[in-house]
C-alpha cells in the first residue's frame, strides 16, 4: 500500500519568504507527526495531531511556524518568514493511534532558505 | 547534553566486521526503539524492545535492552554495504506519543 507521501520533496527560497510544506498520510492513520531533521540539532519533534487537533505545540520552534490538518489527513507545514536557520530536512510521520508505537516517516522535505 | 547519547556518532568498517553502537541515558524508559535512515528517505523502523534485559535478533542484528532500563545496544555482525545508513535510537516520552531521538550513529560499510 501507499505510504507516507510529502511534498516538495526539494525547496529552495529566499529568507523572508513563507514556505508550505505538504503531508499526505497512511490512509486511515489518525495520528500525525512533524519533526524537523538539522545537523545542529538532529531530529527533534515539532508538533502532532490526533485527528484534526494538536494537542501539544510545544516543539514549534518560534510563532513563524504553524501546522493544520483538515479533515483528519493531509496536514500542512507553514512557515512565515523563513530564516537561514530552518533550513532542515522536514519529516512527516503517520501511525494508527496515539496507542500504537509504530510511527511510518515520509521521505522528507528538504528546504533550504538563502 | 541530549536525552539519549549515542556512541560512536561515525563508524566506518569494512565489509565481515562486527560492529557495536550504543544509546545511553541516565533515564529510565518504558519501551525503546531503533531506526534505520537511508539517505533521502525517514528512518524506517527496526525494532521496540520493552523488558529490561531483553534481547532481539533481526537477521545480522541483536538489540539488547539494558537490565534497568536506560540503555541499549545494536551489534552487526557481518556487517555488508547494505547496513550503510543513519541508527537512531528513539523513546517515547509523552502521552502524544512523538518521539525523542538520540543523535545517531552512521554506519558506512565498504565492500
Known amino acids: 500500500g501507499a505510504g507516507v507521501s510529502q511534498s516538495p520533496s526539494n525547496k529552495v527560497t529566499e529568507k523572508g519568504k513563507d514556505v508550505e510544506l505538504r503531508c499526505d498520510p497512511i490512509?486511515?492513520?489518525?495520528?500525525l507527526y512533524w519533526y524537523r531533521q538539522s545537523l545542529g540539532q538532529g531530529l527533534e519533534f515539532l508538533i502532532y495531531?490526533?485527528?484534526?487537533?494538536?494537542?501539544?505545540k510545544s516543539g514549534l520552534p518560534s510563532d513563524r511556524f504553524s501546522a493544520e490538518r483538515t479533515g483528519g489527513s493531509v496536514s500542512t507545514l507553514t512557515i512565515q518568514r523563513t530564516q537561514q536557520e530552518d533550513s532542515a530536512v522536514y519529516l512527516c510521520a503517520s501511525s494508527k493511534g496515539l496507542a500504537t508505537y509504530e510511527q511510518y516517516f515520509g521521505p522528507g522535505t528538504r528546504l533550504t532558505v538563502t | 547534553t541530549q536525552l539519549l547519547e549515542q556512541s560512536p556518532q561515525f563508524l566506518s568498517i569494512q565489509e565481515g566486521e562486527n560492529l557495536t553502537v550504543y544509546c545511553n541515558s541516565s533515564?529510565?524508559?518504558?519501551?525503546l526503539q531503533w531506526y534505520r535512515q537511508e539517505p533521502g528517505e525517514g528512518p524506517v523502523l527496526l525494532v521496540t524492545v520493552v523488558t529490561g534485559g531483553e534481547v532481539k535478533k533481526l537477521k545480522r542484528l541483536t538489540f539488547q535492552f539494558g537490565d534497568a532500563r536506560k540503555d541499549s545496544s545494536l551489534h552487526i555482525t557481518a556487517a555488508q554495504p547494505g547496513d550503510t545508513g543513519l541508527y537512531l535510537c528513539?523513546?517515547?516520552?509523552?502521552?502524544?506519543?512523538?518521539?525523542?531521538f538520540g543523535g545517531g550513529t552512521r554506519l558506512m560499510v565498504k565492500p
Open positions: 528513539a523513546v517515547h516520552l509523552h502521552a502524544g506519543n512523538m518521539l525523542t
Open positions: 495531531f490526533q485527528g484534526n487537533s494538536a494537542p501539544d
Open positions: 490512509s486511515g492513520h489518525t495520528a
Open positions: 533515564s529510565v524508559f518504558s519501551s
